[in-house]
């Protein structure tokens, strides 16, 4: 490594130590990073091409107000989507206020009363607990009179598809499959995968809807799991498909009858899909997604990097640092309340916004136990962009992710650790 970054590192509060360790660990890396690269490369084509077939014009880029009618650059943002992940339609909009709230459509839109919603990846990600009713929550779909089922991974994180089948009831309408790990230390589902369960559950049930969690997923491979039978793909554009610039929303894509059924749910039985003005949040959300691919690649680096440097340092990491990818988290487990709180002291201290202020555990409404989180986000929450965050029990595992740019999730990861031997690791 040249003397300039190296001082340019040193500068920003990195050591020799660190540094030097985590130029090792680098080394490795390079052709697993040129293979991230051709992945972007494919996944770039694609966006482009769905941007130019839809003759995307700067007159898609105005903003409309109050009930939205008629707003073009909406509706071809819709199609834009709809094309790169090869379904039939799309909702994009910035009235869908995150990830949550996205699932919360697609599975209130498309369940009725007496209808059963199976999860077959065992519990969903924390949040949609109180969504379900598996936690008692006004609102909830059970209060509404959907019930749920529940099978769980077998313990090597394959499908139990002998259980699977034993659940499928004569009202079992819909099946959410969770592709990221989230909160949970089980694998991460590859698109690949989650196809050969649909194909399983359709034989079982041939009109069982499949609707996929596809949070952190976008991009990471050259398929989503609709180009594998998924009647539903959902997701939060504060994460890999906003690219960093979209300021708040949520899409699904899927087929016509579905995303029919979540528009009239979104605003109005009535007027479902016409109404939505998008308030001057279009072009950012173009733009985002025409850099999304790039800015996921640089995300995945990060969460490799930090999984190879973790794991030479003893620790824990899920997953390990060889594995393939299908999301861009990473978690490391600690094993301390210590090392996760300096962890995340890292992660904000390398931050372009807020890096002087320090992360503080907090009851996060939707979670069940204190979380500490990093973030030093140009958009609020936004989880593309460099943060880590972790609930406070054992075994006190860090889930990290993001990173606008592949060089600042390299500061970050390094910042985390240097962190982590100023608090007494020892390297
Ligand atoms: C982020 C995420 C969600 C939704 O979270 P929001 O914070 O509401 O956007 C749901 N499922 C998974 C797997 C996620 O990673």
Redesign the pocket.
Known sequence: METEIRKMYQACGISAGVLNLGEEVLEELAPRFAAIDRIAEYNQMKVLAAMQKNRVSETHFAATTGYGYNDSGRDTLERVYADTFHTEDALVRSQIT????A?NLALSANLRPGDELLSPVGKP?D??EEVIGIRESAGSLREYGVSYAQVDLRPDGTFDYPAIRAAIRPNTKLATI?R?K?YASRPTLSSKQIGELIAFLKECKPDILCMV?N??GEFVEREEPSDYGADMIVG?L??NPGGGLAPAGGYICGTAACIEQVARRLTSPGLGREVGANLGTTPSFYQGFFLAPTVTAGAEKGAIFAAKLYERLGFRVHPTGDTPRHDIIQAIDLGSAERLSAFCRGIQAAAPVDSYVTPEPWAMPGYDSPVIMAAGAFVQ?S?IELSADGPLRPPYTVYFQGGITWYHAKYGILMSLQKLVDAGFQL
Request: glycine residues 16%; neutral net charge; contains cysteine.
């Open positions: 995150c990830g949550t709230h699932l990600y949040t949609l969770q990221s989230g969690d949070c952190y939060s504060i994460k929450g989880s």
